[in-house]
């Protein structure tokens, strides 16, 4: 049996960061950026406006006040996305919406509320004005008031993201602003998921009795989903060497496969063998509970290296095995290097006993913050075929080995699996309240 920390290890130690490919920018949301990126032009390219009102000089409004308004001719008007092609000369002043360009000779904006703004409201583009028509302004304007510089958020030819930056909507906006309609990230991973079990059937068929349906293969297959790769399901191979070697066969074009079950002692076994034979083990158990069976190994197939992780069979079991080793190492093969989740400190509501085994305990719990301080209370029975236990939690107790039993009120980590802690989150546990 090896620790959680050193299977880590070691599992990564075969997974690589796979190639980089070239797609549309939307599509490239969440992954890893391989080319440093630069802005060809300032951002904004022009200075201009961030209120609607006049263009002025500013020392042409010098004393303005309520009392002593300053009445300046408007020559012209200009709106966002046009350049207005005279001048703001001396006594003169250009209206003005947010976004457009300050004219030239301009240097600040007067907002609407401190002038008399004697216009109607209109859809004006841009246009010269003949008519002597005057606007009054009430307060002084400093020279830059109310103006955006070019390039004060971005210079021409500056780096706006260097590579290894995983992409979040606001770097995905950053990328649009400087006009990269295509981005060079690493490709997202396929990862081949196959459920093992003569007792398994499929949802959506009848099932017979003595069967259960594939839980594993959607639940993990949404794991794979959900940190960004790209499921494939391979459907159900029975308890057999050869209809397992079939099925294993036919997910060897992924970059990664994952099975369940098959791989616990006293059961067939098949995966085991399976690995030895077409594969190469790397380990067998890692001291965590739920989960201790656990196998990992790397199928070779046109010189490629896929690596394989065998999940254990129990629902809770292959969940968090895949959270705790499968996510890590679809996030390196998508070129992150952080797959650290946040930790908490909480305090258990709760005694949580796990005297005598040499196992962290992964308890499946719900943590709460109240007035800054996080509350864990388990989420009822901790077996490891009970999956709905992982549907109402958003954590998992980290509770090292050498410790016996937790009293309520001490202190706990637990490894936030979601940060959702809201009414809705309280209610979820219908079959406690009917048996309460
Ligand atoms: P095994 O590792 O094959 O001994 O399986 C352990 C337990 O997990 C057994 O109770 C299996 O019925 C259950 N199990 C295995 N695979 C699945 C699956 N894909 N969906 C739901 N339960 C499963
Ligand atoms: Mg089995």
Redesign the pocket.
């Given at each position: 049996m090896i620790s959680v920390e050193d299977a880590l290890e070691r599992i990564l130690s075969y997974v690589d960061v796979l190639e980089p490919e070239e797609k549309p920018l939307l599509e490239a949301l969440g992954q890893v950026l391989v080319e440093d990126v630069m802005s060809s032009f300032d951002i904004p390219p022009l200075d201009n406006t961030s209120m609607d009102g006049y263009a002025v000089r500013a020392e042409d409004t010098r004393g303005a006040s309520p009392e002593s308004p300053v009445d300046l001719r408007v020559v012209g008007e200009v709106a966002a996305g046009y350049v207005f092609e005279g001048e703001v000369t001396q006594g003169t002043a250009v209206r003005i919406m947010t976004g457009a360009p300050v004219p030239a000779g301009a240097d600040a904006i007067v907002p609407f509320e401190e002038t008399d703004e004697p216009f109607e409201k209109a859809p004006v583009r841009t246009r010269r004005l003949d008519a002597a028509a005057i606007v009054r302004v009430f307060k002084e304007a400093q020279p830059g008031a109310n103006t955006r510089r070019a390039g004060e958020d971005v210079r021409r030819e500056q780096t706006v993201l260097r590579r290894g930056t995983v992409l979040r909507p606001s770097e995905i906006g950053v990328l649009a602003s400087v006009g990269k309609a295509r981005v060079k990230v690493i490709r997202c991973p396929v990862v081949a998921v196959l459920?093992t079990?003569d007792?398994?059937v499929e949802v959506g068929e009848p099932r017979p009795a003595g069967k259960?349906y594939?839980?594993?293969?959607y639940s993990v297959g949404a794991l794979v989903r959900r940190y960004g790769g790209m499921p494939r399901l391979l459907g159900i191979a029975k308890d057999t060497v050869e209809a397992l070697t079939a099925k294993i066969h036919g997910g060897l074009e992924a970059d990664m496969l994952i099975t369940?079950?098959?791989?616990?002692r006293g059961?067939y076994d098949v995966v085991k063998e399976v690995l030895a034979r077409e594969g190469e083990i790397a380990f067998w158990t890692a001291a965590m509970k739920p989960g201790k069976p656990l196998a990992f190994g790397c199928f070779y197939r046109d010189g490629r290296r896929i690596p394989h992780i065998g999940l254990?069979?129990?629902?809770v079991s292959s969940m968090v095995s895949f959270e705790l080793f499968g996510r890590p190492a679809l996030l390196k093969m998508m070129g992150k290097t952080d797959w650290h989740r946040p930790m908490v400190r909480a305090i258990a509501q709760e005694q949580i006993v796990n005297r005598n085994d040499p196992r962290v305990f992964y308890a499946r719990c719900f943590v709460r913050e109240r007035d800054g301080r996080y509350y864990a209370s388990l989420t009822g029975p901790q077996g490891s075929?009970m999956l709905t236990s992982m549907a109402y939690a958003n954590g998992l107790t980290v509770i090292p080995p050498e410790v016996d039993v937790v009293e309520p009120g001490e202190e706990i980590d637990v490894l936030m699996l979601d940060w959702s802690q809201g009414e809705e989150w309280g209610s979820r546990r219908p079959a406690e309240e009917a048996a309460e």
């Open positions: 459920s079990g007792e398994l259960i594939d839980s594993n293969a369940s079950a098959g791989v616990s059961d254990p069979g129990n629902p075929g």
